[in-house]
């Protein structure tokens, strides 16, 4: 039993809408296993702009780290389009991650056996099952490298640069070698060694490294390839480790073979237990205030919350099981509906979650369903 202070930035756009099931979700689970959980709200993105004149206020990073965790939603949307890429809620999000060291991004994609109507890969293609983990490199590379505009040789030329420390390939290989050792042992880490000095070095430290994991069988693949081989055969992949960007393209293309972009957690974690919960998708401005987001892939990401940052590993199972319960008795929002199917709105899609959260043990239903175990980030 358990007090536990969770940080929560709804965002904007569909961000409170998710945001307040996958609360319901928390204090369902702190009922019945008897934590308590209290929330402290806090304005980042669009939402903050408009409130207080910048997507990023002040005390953001100081507050969450008065905290257990944090549990975002979304930032971003065409409203603030207009703004300055320093002053875009994209930006906010890197500060963020920045400012809260959240440097290794856990993106795992699991295909639920009851929407594999919603899969767009052919069946055989997909294989038993796909359920695959992407570790993600996420404040490093050329999201954080020297931005630029410049005068060029042929006039005005912007720049972006590329750069990672051997510290910083370390540190991420390290959380995807032993994610992998939870797992299936299998680690491929994706990269374009074939064109860039920091695939390379990416490379170099990787192998090195895996003398440390016997265990772990290592392989390499460019990033291309890699965007090929997961619609050709996505169950090959156990754990996939990337750059910050080559895993931002990759974590969108591997939810679509999930069914939908609606279904994907991700932890954004520091070293220790500290984390920051969001799902991989955005803010979907077009579908705002319309009540009929997803908010699964917010309720798992609080799941990988529990897990991580809370070390509350049943609890995270008993969310986990209650999703999958929840679409094996065919309940859908309509970006996970069959077409013609009936679907259910935000509200509904959380109750219903919540109405599957039952404790453990012994009882079957709320059997683990990943069977992964909780790391530190040493
Ligand atoms: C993600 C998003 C962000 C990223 C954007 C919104 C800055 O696409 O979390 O995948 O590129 O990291
Ligand atoms: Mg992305």
Redesign the pocket.
Known sequence: MGTYRIAVIPGDGIGSEIVAEALKVLDKVGQTFGHSFTYTQLLMGGAAYDAVGTCFPEDTVPVCREHDAVLLGA??GPRWDHLSGAERP?KA??KI?EGLGLYA?LRPALMHRALSAACPIKQEHVGDSMDLLIVRE?TGGI?FGEHGWREGRYGQEAYDVERYSEMEIRRIAKVAFEAAMTRRKNLVSVDKANVLETSRFWRRVVTEMSAGYPEVTLSHMYVDNAAMQLVHRPSQFDVILTS??FG?IL??EASMITGSLGMLP?ASLADGSFGLY?P?H?SAPDIAGKGIANPLATILSASMLLRYSLGLNAEADAVDAAVTAVLDAGIRTCDIAEPGKPSVGTADMGKAVCERICPPPSDTKCASLHGEARFCLA
């Open positions: 930032v971003g994209e999000l890197l991650r991004n996420l999201y910050n960007m931002d974590s969108d991700s969001e991989s955005g």
